[in-house]
Protein backbone atom coordinates (compact mmCIF):
# COMPACT_ATOMS: atom_id res chain seq x y z
CA UNK A 1 0.00 0.00 0.00
CA UNK A 2 1.54 3.18 -0.78
CA UNK A 3 1.03 5.58 1.63
CA UNK A 4 1.26 8.47 -0.51
CA UNK A 5 -1.66 8.50 -2.44
CA UNK A 6 -4.53 10.64 -1.58
CA UNK A 7 -7.01 8.63 0.51
CA UNK A 8 -4.84 5.62 2.06
CA UNK A 9 -2.17 7.35 4.08
CA UNK A 10 -4.46 6.69 6.85
CA UNK A 11 -5.47 3.01 6.75
CA UNK A 12 -1.46 3.02 6.42
CA UNK A 13 -1.05 4.52 9.59
CA UNK A 14 -3.46 2.24 11.28
CA UNK A 15 -1.52 -0.69 9.76
CA UNK A 16 1.90 0.40 10.70
CA UNK A 17 1.76 3.34 13.27
CA UNK A 18 1.89 1.50 16.69
CA UNK A 19 4.46 -0.97 15.18
CA UNK A 20 6.46 2.30 14.05
CA UNK A 21 5.63 3.71 17.98
CA UNK A 22 7.06 0.34 19.63
CA UNK A 23 9.83 0.76 17.86
CA UNK A 24 10.53 4.09 18.80
CA UNK A 25 10.24 3.54 22.23
CA UNK A 26 13.63 1.54 22.38
CA UNK A 27 14.99 5.47 22.17
CA UNK A 28 12.96 6.97 24.65
CA UNK A 29 12.21 7.12 27.93
CA UNK A 30 8.24 7.50 27.88
CA UNK A 31 5.48 6.41 25.37
CA UNK A 32 4.81 10.04 24.50
CA UNK A 33 8.27 11.26 23.76
CA UNK A 34 8.28 7.66 21.55
CA UNK A 35 4.79 9.12 19.78
CA UNK A 36 7.12 12.24 19.27
CA UNK A 37 9.97 10.45 18.21
CA UNK A 38 7.49 8.88 15.36
CA UNK A 39 6.17 11.94 15.03
CA UNK A 40 9.60 13.57 13.62
CA UNK A 41 10.74 10.96 11.64
CA UNK A 42 7.42 11.55 9.86
CA UNK A 43 8.81 14.85 8.73
CA UNK A 44 12.09 13.62 8.04
CA UNK A 45 10.14 11.12 5.92
CA UNK A 46 8.15 13.74 4.09
CA UNK A 47 11.08 16.23 3.63
CA UNK A 48 13.75 13.64 2.28
CA UNK A 49 11.40 13.34 -0.86
CA UNK A 50 11.03 9.54 -0.21
CA UNK A 51 7.56 9.46 -1.75
CA UNK A 52 8.22 7.43 -4.72
CA UNK A 53 9.78 4.64 -1.86
CA UNK A 54 7.78 1.42 -3.21
CA UNK A 55 8.18 0.28 0.71
CA UNK A 56 7.86 2.89 2.94
CA UNK A 57 7.54 1.36 6.22
CA UNK A 58 11.43 0.56 6.12
CA UNK A 59 12.16 4.39 5.26
CA UNK A 60 10.44 5.26 8.37
CA UNK A 61 11.55 2.80 10.27
CA UNK A 62 15.38 3.93 9.20
CA UNK A 63 14.02 7.24 10.17
CA UNK A 64 13.28 6.51 13.52
CA UNK A 65 16.26 4.90 14.03
CA UNK A 66 18.33 8.29 13.33
CA UNK A 67 15.89 9.96 15.22
CA UNK A 68 16.36 7.65 17.80
CA UNK A 69 19.87 8.13 17.47
CA UNK A 70 19.74 12.33 17.27
CA UNK A 71 17.82 12.21 20.58
CA UNK A 72 20.38 9.67 22.45
CA UNK A 73 23.21 11.79 21.52
CA UNK A 74 21.71 14.80 22.69
CA UNK A 75 20.12 13.08 25.97
CA UNK A 76 23.93 11.98 26.84
CA UNK A 77 25.02 15.91 26.21
CA UNK A 78 22.41 16.82 28.66
CA UNK A 79 23.32 14.05 30.78
CA UNK A 80 26.94 15.11 30.75
CA UNK A 81 26.19 18.55 31.52
CA UNK A 82 23.78 18.01 34.10
CA UNK A 83 26.24 15.54 36.13
CA UNK A 84 28.85 18.64 35.54
CA UNK A 85 26.93 20.53 37.69
CA UNK A 86 25.61 17.96 40.07
CA UNK A 87 21.62 17.82 39.06
CA UNK A 88 22.26 14.67 36.57
CA UNK A 89 20.03 12.41 36.21
CA UNK A 90 19.20 8.51 34.94
CA UNK A 91 18.49 8.09 31.18
CA UNK A 92 15.93 5.34 31.13
CA UNK A 93 14.79 3.44 28.36
CA UNK A 94 11.51 1.97 28.61
CA UNK A 95 10.80 -1.43 28.18
CA UNK A 96 8.14 -3.16 26.07
CA UNK A 97 4.64 -4.30 26.75
CA UNK A 98 2.67 -6.63 24.47
CA UNK A 99 -0.03 -8.09 26.51
CA UNK A 100 2.73 -11.07 28.33
CA UNK A 101 0.31 -13.26 30.84
CA UNK A 102 2.13 -11.97 33.85
CA UNK A 103 4.18 -9.26 35.00
CA UNK A 104 7.11 -11.41 35.91
CA UNK A 105 7.10 -12.78 32.38
CA UNK A 106 7.11 -9.35 31.51
CA UNK A 107 10.05 -7.91 33.61
CA UNK A 108 11.82 -10.75 33.01
CA UNK A 109 12.08 -9.86 29.37
CA UNK A 110 12.56 -6.70 29.47
CA UNK A 111 15.63 -7.76 31.62
CA UNK A 112 16.85 -9.77 29.09
CA UNK A 113 15.92 -7.38 26.41
CA UNK A 114 17.75 -4.91 27.78
CA UNK A 115 21.05 -6.68 28.45
CA UNK A 116 21.53 -7.61 25.00
CA UNK A 117 23.99 -5.10 22.99
CA UNK A 118 21.98 -2.68 21.34
CA UNK A 119 22.65 -4.00 17.48
CA UNK A 120 20.79 -7.19 18.71
CA UNK A 121 18.17 -5.88 20.77
CA UNK A 122 17.16 -2.93 17.44
CA UNK A 123 17.04 -6.23 15.36
CA UNK A 124 14.93 -8.50 18.28
CA UNK A 125 12.36 -5.63 18.10
CA UNK A 126 11.92 -5.28 14.54
CA UNK A 127 11.53 -8.63 13.93
CA UNK A 128 9.39 -9.78 16.42
CA UNK A 129 7.49 -6.61 17.24
CA UNK A 130 7.88 -4.56 13.51
CA UNK A 131 7.06 -8.03 11.95
CA UNK A 132 9.65 -7.27 8.97
CA UNK A 133 11.78 -9.83 7.46
CA UNK A 134 15.78 -10.14 7.92
CA UNK A 135 16.17 -8.05 4.15
CA UNK A 136 13.45 -5.55 5.34
CA UNK A 137 15.72 -4.89 8.46
CA UNK A 138 18.73 -5.04 6.85
CA UNK A 139 17.62 -2.08 4.78
CA UNK A 140 16.23 -0.33 7.96
CA UNK A 141 19.76 -0.73 9.97
CA UNK A 142 22.00 -0.26 6.41
CA UNK A 143 23.67 -3.74 7.41
CA UNK A 144 23.78 -7.07 5.33
CA UNK A 145 20.07 -9.30 6.04
CA UNK A 146 22.86 -12.49 7.26
CA UNK A 147 24.04 -9.48 9.35
CA UNK A 148 20.39 -8.69 10.55
CA UNK A 149 19.65 -12.68 11.10
CA UNK A 150 23.01 -13.67 13.04
CA UNK A 151 22.19 -10.88 15.01
CA UNK A 152 18.80 -12.11 15.73
CA UNK A 153 19.88 -15.65 16.59
CA UNK A 154 22.73 -14.17 18.57
CA UNK A 155 20.00 -12.36 20.72
CA UNK A 156 17.56 -15.12 21.03
CA UNK A 157 20.46 -17.58 21.99
CA UNK A 158 21.76 -14.87 25.10
CA UNK A 159 18.24 -14.45 25.99
CA UNK A 160 17.42 -18.21 26.25
CA UNK A 161 20.50 -18.32 28.75
CA UNK A 162 19.21 -15.13 30.79
CA UNK A 163 15.64 -16.33 30.87
CA UNK A 164 13.99 -19.37 32.79
CA UNK A 165 12.65 -21.73 31.61
CA UNK A 166 8.56 -21.39 32.90
CA UNK A 167 9.10 -17.60 31.75
CA UNK A 168 9.67 -18.78 27.98
CA UNK A 169 7.49 -21.50 27.69
Known amino acids: MDPHRNGTWRSWFETYGSRLVLYARQWTGC???AEDLVQEAF???WKSGARALAQPEIALYASIRRAGLDS???????????QK????????LSAF??????????AAIETALD????????VVVLKIWGELTFEK????????ANTAASRYRYALSA????LRPDVIA
Open 43 to 45: VRF
Open 137 to 144: IAATLEIP
Open 85 to 92: SQVGQDVI
Open 97 to 106: RSGLESREQC
Open 159 to 162: MRKN
Open 72 to 82: LRKSRRRVARE
Open 31 to 33: PSD
Open 115 to 122: DLPREQRE
